[in-house]
């Protein structure tokens, strides 16, 4: 194996979208594909080429509880898109490649752990199925996401939100001016999992200059720190000038700088909608980069349109540097004392939008705090919108190491609320042993 | 009357078909220092047998090209890029480039133009070469930089020859084209030098056929043509053998192929009735170009691969270090094994008993060693076959429904041609329980493949119905869209009159033709369809001008 090895693995979905004129549609990768093929990346010793897996519903229900099931709820094409970050995850854990890039649609990070529909494009979680994947078939155990797509990874936060395994970072434009208008610094985790969500939300207008001081002063010292088995990018291109959905400032010699630096194990495309102008570019950077070749000549033709970032930016993201570092040295006390306040159990209730559909849930979500284990989680779920009608279902989440008592009263809760009756559907998610089942 | 002649790198063997059947053949050693030596010594003996000079066609599948690349007899190329923003891949090329500025972009944009002083710079860097090879990113996009440059440097310096890269493929990959074009420049002058000798010595023996050059692909191109895309007849052994096979055993089932000779085995492998395609394009020299070839998968491994015991474990191959013992050879080979095993009667028996006993391990007699040879031959066989299947059915699609329904290959059937296919093949078909087909001119199929391959060409046409304008970069040309609602079934009418066009222009005659890849896809902008992009390949069917009946 050659020192530095990239295993790319290429789907662009070329018969599948969301509707013939959605942004997410046939065309999105088409350019980006010309520009690969004609470039020869393909041909490069350093690069090798993979074609995806099907993920199965085992692999997603790991993660997700579809109501009243997965299989109603997706396509074909996210079978095959999670399948692309999983076949990525293997090439890497099998040592044939140093890392992987799953250039792979439709992106995931916007799906929650419940599914009622499609949200930001976004139906199912592929990083967070990837993780799970990671974690059963390769015994991982601490991973950091680093999500730098321009909107907030919200799904991928939800998934996570419990969990002191998982390092979630994610860096976008501020959410009071762009979907999904959450990841704001005080998103932190839950008390047990506190301060392993970090939401670095930077102003329009952010340019790579702004990128790389992130990146430099607190995404990469905060992981040198965590020591993760494995570091995965979600590898969002709207943050690009040109893109028509967002209003960043960041460049291909952005992105691939980026990449060179934060030396993913794995990266799996998200966003970016400028199909055209960034996409080609970002992508090949991005590539080039994981693969250990020169990126210095990826440069978009019309990069004299890209604007340079205004000191109020750069002041505003200094003040963020420190404050994120602050919270991150003292992460430890926070944690204490939220478990201290919460008690026995940490609760939240939200609202949350599907866009694509029109759908509203409403979530009640309770964290068992076990002093002897990583505990259990219960959700209640209700979702109703026009021509949807009304969907409830009530589900336990078993925690990896939860304890054997845990493990009853989680079952217990669950069959409790099917004797009730207050929801339609009943789950549990057995991560200990793996199992999924519909009560 | 089709002669064919295939120069191999031992033997030279010659075909002449009439009316479907195989009326002469011919198998002479290959004269390494003179190769026409030894087609004219094949021409002549086949014009002796059927006592005729009057052939509709000579084809000509030869290693002159492959030889000029192993013996390093290439010319001096000056090499120009316009790569514009990318990749760097000064390091994938075999000589170092002159970089021209200039960028076309992924639609065909012209984004930058190239300068003319930087042009005129590459000419005094290399005013003493004779070839040039011109190449630019997204050329089969928009050739015009690309010819621009071209012509700059012919009015410059005007070199005995140009290759311009959209010329050489009309399919995207810069780095595979810029290499096609190199190898095509290296190689123009010593081609032309052998196809000048072969049109005088023709002359001379008053033979006016017309001669055709066998391609990778299987296809011919006229010597005139091919005397601009010399590299084009690289790697046409196995193709000539491949043509064979689809002459003498046209197959519709899904087919492996073995040609097993005596230093290796090419397999390929066949759905509805064709080989498939090597993926983008041969690598040569170990450098990928955008030449179409079949894709082959070659192993080391014929019958006289060297037997030995290796730690006490018995090895077949991959080198040769003679012929087989039972022919005077003074080391086991896999002929031998065949000899004692009895599926062959070859040579002296005897001596090949002696070869087995060599490698026999006590109270082994020499049958049992022999089953043992064969029992590895098969297995090597088996597993290359395996790896060709498992390389098909893990070949990246971009498509869902090419994912859910997958592209593998449930091979049916088994076809062997070359000199120890009639011993192994049937054990082969055996082993991975197919049926199988040896054809009986299976020793010369190589000849036979030549003398019937069709003239083939093809070409890429894509239309951007937003920008209004469609480009063929093999003709080199831009032209306006001529409706609106132009549609794929409108690219495809276009593409064939194209196609025409261009076949005219190389002297082929027009066969049968096939889209061989295409795509439409709706441009939107906003949340409106403004247009489409559409592209369509065609090509000329490879294929046999004649089937061939096995009685003669």
């Known amino acids: 194996m050659s020192s530095n090895k990239l295993g790319l693995v290429f789907f662009p979905a070329f018969d599948w979208a969301i509707s013939p004129t959605h942004p997410e549609r046939e065309e999105r990768l088409l350019y980006t594909r010309d520009q690969i093929v004609e470039e020869g990346l393909l041909d490069m010793p350093s690069i090798r080429e993979y074609k995806p897996k099907i993920a199965t519903y085992q692999d ?39 890392r992987s890039f799953a250039l792979v649609r439709p992106p995931g990070h916007h799906a929650m752990r419940v ?58 434009q501020d959410g009071r001016t762009l979907y999904p208008g959450t990841g704001f610094t005080d998103e932190m985790g839950s008390p047990m999992a506190l301060g392993s969500t970090i939401n670095l939300p930077l102003p329009p207008g952010t340019t790579d200059e702004g990128l790389h001081q992130v990146l430099d002063h607190l995404i990469m010292p905060v992981l040198a720190d965590f020591q993760p088995d494995i570091i995965i990018n979600s590898a969002g291109q709207d943050n690009h000038y040109s893109d028509p959905l967002a209003n960043m400032a960041i460049t291909a010699q952005g992105y691939a ?38 990126y210095s000549k990826v440069i978009e033709p019309d990069i004299h349109k890209c604007p340079s970032q205004s000191s109020s930016v750069t002041r505003y993201i200094d003040e963020l540097i420190k404050e994120r570092q602050g919270m991150w040295a003292m992460k430890e006390k926070l944690r204490q004392e939220a478990l ?32 002897k284990c990583s505990g259990y989680l219960t959700i209640g779920t209700e979702a109703q919108g026009p021509g949807f009608g009304f969907k409830s279902a009530f589900a336990a989440v078993i925690s990896r190491e939860a304890c054997p008592h845990c493990r009853q009263t989680a079952v217990d809760a669950v069959h409790k609320a099917k004797k009730q009756g207050k929801y339609q559907h009943y789950f549990v998610q057995n991560k200990y042993e793996d199992i999924f089942e519909k009560l | 009357m089709l002669l064919g002649l295939d120069v191999g790198g031992t033997f030279t063997d010659g075909a002449v078909l009439q009316s479907g059947k195989v009326i002469s053949v011919v198998k002479t050693p290959t004269t390494h220092g003179n190769l026409l030596e030894g087609i004219l010594r094949a021409i002549d003996h086949v014009v002796a047998e059927v006592g005729s000079k009057d052939f509709t066609r000579i084809a000509l599948s030869t290693t002159i090209v492959t030889n000029a690349l192993v013996e390093k007899k290439m010319d001096a190329v000056g090499l120009c890029i316009i790569p514009g923003p990318g990749m760097n891949i000064t390091s994938a090329l075999p000589v170092e480039p002159y970089i021209l500025s200039g960028y076309i972009d992924h639609r065909g944009h012209e984004v930058a133009a190239p300068k003319p002083e930087e042009v005129i710079a590459a000419c005094q860097q290399f005013a003493r070469y004779d070839v040039f090879a011109i190449s630019g990113k997204f050329s089969v996009r928009n050739p015009h930089y690309e010819r621009q440059v071209a012509q700059w440097v012919k009015r410059q310096v005007n070199p005995k020859h140009i290759t311009v890269g959209s010329a050489v493929a009309g399919t995207l990959n810069f780095l595979r084209r810029t290499n096609s074009a190199y190898y095509n420049a290296a190689v123009w002058r010593r081609f032309n030098e052998f196809a000048n000798s072969v049109e005088l010595v023709l002359q001379a023996r008053e033979i006016f056929s017309p001669v055709y050059v066998l391609k990778a692909d299987g296809g011919t191109l006229p010597l005139s043509v091919a005397r601009e895309y010399p590299v084009e007849a690289i790697f046409t052994g196995p193709a000539a053998s491949v043509l064979g096979i689809m ?25 509805n009735g064709i080989p498939l395609f090597a993926e983008g394009g041969a690598s040569v020299d170990g450098f990928a170009t955008a030449l179409r070839s079949f894709r082959l998968h070659s192993l080391g491994l014929g019958g006289d691969s060297f037997v030995r015991r290796e730690d006490g474990i018995l090895k077949v191959g991959p080198m040769r270090l003679g012929p087989a013992m039972a022919v005077g050879g003074t080391q086991p080979t896999v002929t031998d094994a065949m000899v004692v095993a009895g599926i062959i009667d070859f040579g002296n028996r005897q001596l090949a008993v002696d070869a087995m006993e060599k490698v026999a391990i006590a109270g082994q007699t020499p049958a049992e060693v022999a089953t043992n040879v064969l029992k590895e031959v098969i297995a090597i066989l088996s597993h290359g076959i395996g790896d060709m299947l498992t390389e098909q059915a893990t070949r ?47 020793m010369v199929a190589n000849a036979i493949g030549a003398a019937v391959a069709r003239s083939t060409v093809d070409i890429t046409l894509r239309a951007d119905t937003t920008e209004g304008y469609y480009t063929v970069a093999e003709l080199g040309i831009k032209n306006k869209i001529p409706r609106h609602n132009f549609v794929l079934a409108d690219a495809y009418q276009l593409a064939e ?31 409106s369809t403004i247009g489409k992009i559409i592209t369509c390949r065609l090509q000329i069917k490879p294929g046999v001008l004649m089937g061939f009946k096995e009685e003669m």
Request: net charge negative.
């Open chain 2, 396 to 442: 990246p699609v971009y498509r869902v429904e090419d994912i859910v329904h997958g592209t593998k290959i449930s091979v049916q059937k088994v076809i062997g041609v070359g000199g120890a296919a009639t011993g192994i093949v049937p054990m082969l078909a055996k082993h991975l329980g197919l049926s199988y087909e040896i054809p009986r001119q299976g």
């Open chain 2, 247 to 271: 002459a003498m055993n046209p197959t519709s089932v899904p087919t492996v192929s073995v040609d097993i000779g005596g230093t290796t085995t090419d397999i390929a492998l066949w759905q």
């Open chain 1, 60 to 98: 997603i229900e790991r993660v997700h509880f579809g109501v009243p099931d997965i299989s109603s709820l997706i396509t074909d094409a996210h079978l095959v898109s999670a399948g692309g970050a999983i076949a990525a995850a293997d090439a890497v854990m099998r040592r044939e490649v140093n």
């Open chain 1, 340 to 371: 201290a306040k919460a008690g026995d159990f940490w609760q939240r209730t939200r609202t949350i939008y599907y866009d694509e559909q029109g759908i509203d849930e409403r979530q009640i979500e309770m964290v068992r705090l076990c002093p």
């Open chain 2, 497 to 527: 009159k194209h196609l025409a066009e261009l076949a005219m222009i190389r002297g082929i005659e027009l066969g049968e033709i096939e889209m061989i890849h295409s795509e439409e896809f709706n441009i939107i902008r906003g949340f």
């Open chain 1, 115 to 172: 599914v009622h529909g499609t949200r930001g494009f976004c139906t199912i979680n592929i990083e967070a199925i990837m993780v799970e994947y990671l974690r059963k078939v390769y015994g991982i155990r601490k991973v950091a996401i680093v999500d730098t797509d321009v909107h907030h990874g919200d799904g991928t936060q939800d998934i996570f939100y419990h969990d002191p395994d998982t390092l979630f970072i994610s860096f976008h």
């Open chain 1, 257 to 294: 700088s980026l990449a060179d630096k934060l030396k993913a194990d794995i990266a799996v495309l998200e966003g970016g909608y400028s199909i055209e102008e960034a996409l080609p570019y970002v992508n090949v950077g991005i590539i080039l980069a994981m693969a250990g070749l020169d």
